[in-house]
């Protein structure tokens, strides 16, 4: 019984959406974000307490990586504007991409 699955190598490996290097970004700045503000003392400028800010930079960076590294073209970043700032209306329908699943697919007939 052989696999007959298309495999398309040109598909980067994902979790939760997201490429593993971009992932490993996110989670790293997090973590290193998050341990640094326990193991500095307060720095205190101008009444206020800079570890948190420093903190707060590095958390970020992890994001803002994967942010620009998701596409980039300068049309991805118009397709992620208009998604969040246009409005939308949803109707139902019959599938607009017909060609989407396999339709010539063999299929392998089980024996009882």
Sequence with gaps: MDDITPLNLEDQPKLFGLRYD????????LIISSELYSWLNPIPFAGQDLRLDAAIFLGLLGPI??????NNSAAHWEMILSF????KVYIPGPDPNPTRFLVDEQLIDFCE
């Design 65 to 70: 990586y994967a942010l620009v590294t998701i």
């Design 22 to 29: 971009q992932l490993i970004a996110i989670l790293g700045s």
């Design 84 to 87: 969040f700032l246009s409005s």
